[in-house]
């Protein structure tokens, strides 16, 4: 309900500031006949900006100081004890507090206690939300007020509108920059953590994969060897470019250069349609269906595929990859000039051999970078392997036998109740570190290739 007020509320006051300051220009150029510096509609832009602007910033900051607001007067209307008691009791109670003031169950009776620190945290949630959203308002009213002063024949409205929209866009990209790097730093952080309990070299160069969740005494560290992953990882990874470079790469050929219109607009929908398909779905129908299938196909030959394997979740991940490579690789070759292979066919070449020795190699270094893309995509595929490939961290090189990847250990590294400070967990992010860098590097390589090679057509 509070959301949708504020929506409401930042909702009107963007209208309602944007047609002030549109009708005022509009009516400053209808009487004087003066020819305005900006169109009407920067004006509106500006005064909109200024509107908005401050709400947002009272918003923002609510928003950043809201839950330790509320977690002190909940405290405070808790006995002494509770907030001089030990952190993770403290947790608890705020929570069970919150529990009661939304209306959800909790565990046992409710002391007496809470449920009057439920009835006052509401009515302080109440009197919060409604004192924020006026003075939002109220600053967003007294800056479209100034904003709307300011429209005039001569104001430059244009160049503070332009000047605010490239501010929105470097914070925007900051904030994207940022992120990164904070996802990074955390796991460089975690994964020194746990370095500090296993050697590096031991845990890049180990082939023995055993966390020994349950053991104790001088061995209770275990084994972290990352070989069986991450070769479980290149495996997967391999069949299932294997499975999808040539028929998307010979799908995308066949859309740009063979088919009808018509049969294009119909079949490169339906092929990026696999794209939109949610992981656990080609995960269970890796299980279910390709998983027994292959099986069937191995015992017909005398051969011993397992329906949990690497060639299971590599086959089915590849389906998924498909439109990837062909709807990239189908607009760059769609890039090539038509000029190029119009004067193959008119030297005398064939479709085939246009194709072969002029669209291609022209496309190549797009074709590449769409590969490399979809290699990325592949190492850090979750559920299709947890579901198909079969978590045995064993270092094996017959793919129809299960293996382990490192998105699969990850999963099971941090599934359940584990503690946080322990190497059985914190290796997780030493993985995810691991894989970080690989798709880091393979994203670098597939932009300095398409750089690199790129060639430019008039």
């Known amino acids: ?11 009107v006051l963007l209208s309602v500031s944007y047609q002030m300051g549109w009708s005022r220009s509009r009516k400053l150029a209808d009487t004087t006949g003066e020819r305005l510096h900006s169109r009407p509609v920067y004006h509106g832009a500006f005064v909109a900006i ?49 529990s009661i003031a939304n209306g959800f169950g909790v565990v046992g009776e409710a002391d ?61 990209s900051g904030i994207a920059i940022l992120t990164t790097l904070g996802i990074a730093l955390s796991l460089i952080a975690d994964a020194v953590q746990f370095f500090s309990f296993v050697n590096p070299l031991d845990f890049f160069f180990g082939t023995v994969w055993n966390p020994r969740f349950q053991s104790t005494g001088a ?40 088919a009808d219109y018509r049969v294009r607009n119909v079949v490169k929908p339906i092929i990026e349609v696999l794209a939109g398909i ?11 269906t390709v998983g027994p299938f292959l099986t069937g196909i191995g015992n017909v030959f005398g051969l011993d595929i397992r329906a949990t394997s690497a060639l299971t979740a590599g086959i089915v991940m590849g389906i998924m990859i498909i439109p990837f490579i062909s709807s990239l690789s ?29 669209l291609v190699p022209a ?32 270092l094996r090189l017959n793919p129809a036998e299960p ?27 030493a993985l995810g570190l691991t894989l970080f860098a690989m798709t880091l590097v393979l994203n670098v390589v597939a932009l300095y290739i398409v750089r690199r090679f790129r060639e430019q057509y008039e």
């Not at 309900?1 to 909702?11: G, P, Q, W, Y």
């Not at 602007?53 to 209307?77: H, R």
């Not at 100034?146 to 244009?158: D, K, P, T």
């Not at 074709?367 to 579901?387: D, F, K, N, P, W």
Request: charged share 10%; glycine share 8%; hydrophobic share 55%.
């Open 1 to 11: 309900m509070n959301a949708l007020l504020i929506a409401a509320l930042l909702l």
């Open 50 to 98: 200024w509107a908005i602007l401050p709400a947002l910033l009272v918003l923002g900051i609510w928003a950043i100081f809201s839950k330790s607001a509320s977690e002190a007067y909940i405290l405070s209307q808790l006995p002494p004890e509770v907030s001089t008691g030990p952190q993770g009791e403290m947790v608890g109670a705020i929570e069970r507090v919150k």
């Open 112 to 172: 007496p206690t809470e449920s009057a620190a439920a009835s006052a945290y509401s009515q302080f949630r109440t009197l919060t939300t409604l004192v924020v959203i006026a003075v939002s308002a109220g600053l967003g009213v007294l800056g479209l007020f100034w904003a709307h002063s300011r429209v005039a024949h001569r104001f430059r409205a244009r160049n503070s509108v332009e000047t605010a929209v490239r501010i929105a866009l470097i914070a925007c």
């Open 219 to 258: 061995d209770a560290v275990g084994q972290y060897g990352l070989l069986p992953l991450l070769w479980g990882t290149i495996m997967v990874s391999g069949i299932a470019m294997l499975v999808a470079i040539p028929v998307g790469l010979m799908s995308a050929i066949y859309l740009s250069q063979y």
């Open 278 to 288: 949610p992981t656990i779905v080609y995960g269970f129908f890796a299980l279910v």
């Open 330 to 358: 189908e607009d760059i070759l769609h890039q090539v000039p038509r000029a190029m292979r119009d004067g193959s066919l008119g030297l005398g070449a064939t479709k085939s051999e246009t194709i072969i020795n002029v």
């Open 363 to 394: 496309a190549l270094p797009g074709i590449v970078g769409a590969v490399l893309l979809a290699v990325s995509r592949a190492i850090g595929e979750t559920m299709i392997v947890v579901l198909a490939a079969g978590n045995s961290p064993v």
């Open 403 to 429: 293996v382990s990847t490192v998105t699969v250990t990850i999963v099971n590294q941090l599934t359940g109740d584990a503690d946080f400070t322990s190497p059985q967990s914190l290796v997780a992010f």
